[in-house]
């Protein structure tokens, strides 16, 4: 079946534009997630959503950075005013539980570059 | 907090020996272990993962990690490596239920042949 599918596949914008980044979980998956990667940083939690509950934020990097997820299904990442360390690929993944625990699907991302 | 600690940002093995990717992890909570491979442009695609019972895991293309509480690990192994297996490994931990991952900062494994 398909996967988690993510657009754009890159993204380039100017220093101080807003970006809106788009996810398709896999469906039925009840939970999706936000990860960014980046050269300095790694791999770090954004943005995690499950179900109809209120989406845990507590990897946002700052008030540039908000998503939502409509219906259940489909995501949006949006970036306000963006900067040059915003740079980075960022990841979406879906989840389906299996024994208990989340199993992450993860798409190919999008990669932002901030010039 | 949890964190994760990958010894060797890169790795290099010949094809058909052994490999090794160490991951030792720090957690409050019983953890949960995930390893995932990233190929060049693609997303993560997850190997393996460790939750309860048998600390032995096996996963996907002939690896394998062993969850040891004592020495607070959970290498990657793979008895013979295979040119395709050139790829970054992540390992990762959660809290619970695998939802919101910590990842490791990743081993590049380079296979020659």
């Known amino acids: 079946g398909a996967g988690v599918s993510q657009s754009p596949s890159n993204k380039v914008t100017e220093k101080g534009k807003d970006v809106e980044l788009r996810c398709d979980p896999i469906?039925?998956?009840?939970?999706l997630y936000w990860y960014r990667q980046s050269l300095g940083q790694g791999l770090e939690f954004l943005i995690y959503f499950q179900g109809n509950s209120a989406p845990d934020k507590s990897g946002l990097p700052s008030d540039r950075f908000s998503a939502e997820r409509t219906g259940g299904s489909v995501s949006t990442l949006t970036i306000q005013r963006t900067q040059q360390e915003d740079s980075a690929v960022y990841l979406c993944?879906?989840?389906?539980?299996?024994?208990?625990?989340?199993?992450?699907?993860f798409g190919p991302g999008t990669r932002l570059t901030v010039t | 907090a949890q964190s994760v600690t990958q010894l060797g940002s890169h790795v290099s093995v010949s094809e058909g020996a052994l490999v090794l990717l160490r991951c030792n992890y720090s957690?409050?909570?019983?953890?949960?272990l995930f390893w995932y491979v990233q190929y060049p442009n693609q997303g993560l695609q997850l190997l393996l993962k460790?939750?309860?019972?048998?600390?032995l895991v096996k996963g996907i293309n002939g690896f394998e990690a062993e969850f040891k509480k004592s020495e607070t690990s959970f290498h990657l192994t793979k008895p013979s490596a295979h040119m395709s297996d050139a790829a970054e490994y992540f390992c990762a931990v959660s809290d619970s239920y695998g939802n919101k991952l910590v990842f490791g900062a990743g081993t590049i494994l380079r296979v020659k042949s």
């Open positions: 469906s039925g998956h009840t939970a």
């Open positions: 460790y939750t309860t019972g048998a600390t």
């Open positions: 957690s409050s909570v019983p953890p949960y």
């Open positions: 993944a879906s989840s389906l539980v299996v024994a208990g625990v989340s199993e992450q699907y």
